[in-house]
């Protein structure tokens, strides 16, 4: 309790107030009680006998960013905080993507368990899996959730900052008493949903020449003030989300500065002298994630994120000065918890990578610091924690109960006394996974993966079947993928530890992002999607039905019963697996347009069937059929050569072929004379999708079937007319 940064005279304690919107009598008397003398009574404030419990969640900040080196030069504040905590060097988010992240810290679950998954289902890189707020509100989390069971436990609760992501709808969560959420990635101009110092919540903007962490530090600040005056010996957890460092939502990188810091730490470039930045080896990587070396537009542009996202840090850095100041004043710090990390880490270069969700470690691996009461001194820990580990956590150090739901275990007893329990065995492993692809320079990367992450080794399997495997102790920076080289038992032992983590047993889900919904289908149709289980995913059952004739088609023609076309995972040996299937499909219909509802359902590995997921589009002159004329069937012909013809649909390459029978011997014509063997005769095409075949048969009473076909695919139904020929 001696470092100046947390603990600041007098004066700085008064210049706090002035950050607050409005100052209230209570205020004002206290500016003049700090000023006129720091007077023994205010540190020595009522506390509870709960601790205050101050949570700090970065936004995009990787461990890197946070490195003693950064903290020491660049941010007074968070070097004190580090100064006198325990830092976790081997923390990892479970889902290294904003908003399932934060779905996960709030609570407490794995993402494949609270069913958060992804930004928002509706955006084509979610690849059908659901994710967003309203999904949470949906799942009931709103109802249950970190800031409820605070709540619960006698805890004021405020929130200041990003909340979740996709459609927040502007109503105060049940979970929080004060709140003020930040809306979209902008740092100025920024949309805010507040009910802290106005007389009944409200969204606005911020307005365009407002910094965010400005609004942030006063939203904070009047929170603290209100419930000090109101409330002062009942405890407070206070939720920090800034946006930093995330990069904004704009085309100008640096709009993510706050001016007064633009020019800041010009002499300052990004860390490029690890072998894994624009790694030169890149042949053992994944297939789907081969990419060229950096050009030097790329790392020119990472150098520019690498210096903006330093630079908004400084805001951050001051912004937690002010809280932390006034926190101080009230007397409560001596009775504070505080954890602060990031909702993933973040590459800007490394294994030629950018951003997030890959399952590499700069990726998934997040700052993790903690302080509280008595401790001094700083301590390191390189306990195996996942993020949602700090929903157990915080709880703990409340005194109040964890819910069964929780899948976190806390690390309360680590925090002061990391050497308490043995770094290697303090937790066996934990799942990291991401279901969304990714965009990369413009290209998009299918990303999705469920990876097992232990003490120094980590084991990837991709939804596309390839698999990484790395040994953290003797190669860090992941530069050689062992897995080709692993025995078959080592194979099979990961494989099994993977599937077997999910500790549940429901059926397998299943997403179909291809054929878009409602789209033509012009030539082949692709179906696509992703499977997922708690064991294994191992085919999906797709099934096509035709709204004009109500047929169902079975991989190669129509029939009339329900029919399933089985489609083989890419791996069913991991949770989270691709299908695909590209078939050529066609219409039966004469006017040449149909429409098709095609809907399909996984199958596991213990032969349940999940939910359905399902598209309807249209079909687009791809008719395949034959018809005779009319005038053909029943037709007398009194003269040596017979022309049979008739109409055709559009379907490309089709081929009409008739079968000609005697009805008096049962023989086939071979177009010269009969036979026993059964013959196919083709037709002639003409223009106009008409067709004609000659014939030259004697005299007799015939039946003509005809067919209609295109490689492998066919008319299941054949149209028959009944000939004389005198």
């Not at 994944?286 to 060229?292: A, E, G, I, N, Y």
């Not at 698999?467 to 494989?495: C, H, I, S």
């Amino acid at each position: 309790m001696q470092n100046q940064n947390l603990f600041t005279s007098p004066r700085a304690i008064a210049q706090i107030f002035a950050h607050t919107e409005k100052p209230t009598t209570i205020v004002l008397a206290l500016i003049v009680l700090v000023c006129t003398a720091y007077s023994p009574a205010i540190s020595q404030a009522v506390q509870s006998s709960k601790p205050n419990i101050v949570l700090i969640n970065l936004d995009d900040a990787d461990a890197d960013i946070l490195s003693s080196a950064n903290l020491n030069a660049h941010y007074p504040t968070l070097a004190a905080l580090a100064g006198r905590s325990t830092v976790f060097t081997n923390a990892h988010a479970t889902t290294p993507f904003c908003a399932p992240s934060r779905a996960a810290l709030f609570t407490g679950q794995y993402a494949f368990n609270n069913g958060c998954k992804t930004g928002a289902a509706a955006q084509p890189i979610s690849n059908g899996f659901p994710g967003g707020y309203q999904q949470f509100k949906t799942n009931g989390h709103d109802d249950n959730e970190i800031g409820v069971w605070m709540k619960r436990a006698g805890y004021r609760t405020m929130h200041v900052g990003k909340f979740h992501h996709d459609g927040f709808d502007n109503t105060v969560p049940p979970g929080w008493d004060d709140i003020s959420a930040s809306k979209g990635m902008k740092f100025f101009n920024t949309a805010k949903f507040t009910n802290i110092g106005v007389s009944s919540p409200r969204g606005y903007q911020t307005g365009s020449t407002t910094y965010v962490a400005h609004v942030d530090r006063d939203h904070a600040i009047t929170a603290l003030n209100n419930h000090f005056s109101q409330r002062p010996s009942q405890p407070f957890f206070l939720s920090l989300a800034p946006l930093a460092p995330h990069t904004p939502d704009d085309s100008d990188i640096t709009r993510m500065v706050e001016p007064k810091y633009a020019s800041y730490a010009a002499d300052v470039s990004q860390p490029t002298d690890t072998p894994d930045y624009d790694e030169v080896d890149f042949s053992d990587k994944p297939d789907h994630l081969q990419r060229r070396r950096l050009a030097n537009s790329e790392k020119a542009l990472y150098e520019l994120i690498y210096k903006s996202r330093l630079r908004s840090m400084k805001s951050v850095d001051d912004q937690l000065k002010t809280i932390f100041d006034r926190i101080t004043a009230a007397g409560q710090m001596g009775n504070t918890w505080i954890i602060l990390s990031s909702d993933n880490g973040y590459q800007l270069g490394h294994h030629r990578m950018y951003a997030k969700k890959d399952p590499f470690h700069r990726t998934t691996n997040v700052p993790l610091m903690a302080t509280g009461p008595g401790i001094t001194n700083q301590q390191y820990g390189n306990h195996l924690i996942a993020q949602l580990d700090i929903c157990p956590t915080i709880l703990q150090l409340a005194g109040a109960s964890i819910p069964a739901s929780v899948d976190g275990k806390s690390f309360a007893d680590l925090i002061g006394q990391p050497s308490r329990s043995n770094e290697s065995t303090w937790q066996r492993s934990i799942m990291i996974e991401n279901w969304a692809d990714k965009f990369l320079i413009g290209t998009r990367f299918p990303i999705a993966y469920t990876a097992e992450r232990y003490y120094d080794e980590i084991y990837v399997a991709w939804a596309n079947g390839q698999r990484e495997y790395y040994d953290l102790e003797t190669d860090p920076y992941q530069l050689n993928n062992q897995f080709d080289g692993l025995t078959t038992t080592v194979k099979e032992q990961l494989a099994e530890s993977l599937r077997n983590f999910r500790k549940q047993d429901v059926a397998p889900t299943i997403t179909m992002s291809s054929p878009k919904r409602g789209a033509d289908i012009t030539d082949q149709i692709k179906f696509a999607g992703m499977m997922e289980d708690d064991s294994s995913a191992m085919a999906s059952l797709l099934t096509v039905k035709s709204f004009r004739t109500g047929k169902y088609f079975n991989g190669n023609f129509w029939q009339d019963n329900p029919a399933q076309i089985t489609i083989p995972g890419a791996d069913p040996s991991s949770n989270i697996n691709q299908w695909q299937a590209t078939i050529g499909l066609f219409s039966e219909t004469t006017n040449n347009i149909d429409y098709v509802q095609s809907w399909v359902r996984a199958m596991d590995d213990s032969g349940k069937v999940g939910p359905v997921a399902w598209t309807t589009n249209i079909i687009r002159d791809k008719s395949m059929f034959a018809r005779f004329n009319p005038t053909v069937s029943g037709k007398t012909f009194q003269y040596k050569t017979q022309q049979i013809n008739g109409y055709m649909g559009k379907y490309p390459n089709t081929v009409i072929r008739i079968v000609v029978y005697d009805r008096r011997t049962g023989k086939y014509f071979n177009g010269t004379t009969f036979q026993d063997a059964y013959v196919r005769l083709d037709a002639e095409l003409l223009p106009n999708n008409r067709w004609q075949r000659k014939l030259n048969l004697p005299s007799g009473s015939y039946r003509i079937f005809l067919r209609a076909t295109s490689g492998k695919f066919y008319q299941r139904e054949t149209h028959r007319a009944d000939i004389r020929v005198k």
